[in-house]
């Protein structure tokens, strides 16, 4: 059966960095698309960053370009969510999700894999 497991989330202070892992069981991460969304209580989900298939290229949100950095290991069938100066606007149940979409998307409706997610806590 097909799924991410997430991990990597925690409380941290303002100004500190968190590495958020997704790992993919059941199929292979280097066919898809990957990204990143998050959901803060009351809001929408948004997309974070996202990386294509092959990793040739990658998006950010302009909330945290600059911060954020997404990664891929095809070894490992893991993609990472690097995230520096976090802030408390940053806190977030954090999600990965995959497409077959050739191209980088936060389309909701082209998601065919969404982990469940992962609780960042951004607060002093």
């Known amino acids: 059966q097909a799924q991410f497991v997430e991990s990597g989330g925690g409380l941290v202070q303002p100004g500190g960095s968190l590495r958020l892992s997704c790992a993919a069981s059941?199929?292979?991460?280097?066919?898809?698309?990957i990204s990143w969304f998050r959901q803060a209580p009351g809001k929408e989900r948004e997309g974070v960053s996202c990386?294509?298939?092959?990793?040739?290229?990658?998006i950010t949100a302009d909330s945290v370009k600059g911060r954020f950095t997404i990664s891929r290991d095809s070894a490992k069938n893991t993609v990472y969510l690097q995230m520096n100066s976090l802030k408390p606007d940053d806190t977030a149940v954090y999600y990965c999700?995959?497409?077959?979409?050739?191209?980088?998307?936060?389309?909701?409706?082209?998601?065919?894999?969404w982990g469940k997610g992962t609780l960042v806590t951004v607060s002093s």
């Open positions: 999700a995959a497409t077959r979409w050739r191209a980088c998307t936060f389309a909701h409706s082209l998601i065919d894999y």
């Open positions: 059941g199929f292979t991460l280097d066919y898809y698309t």
């Open positions: 990386i294509s298939r092959l990793g040739e290229s990658a």
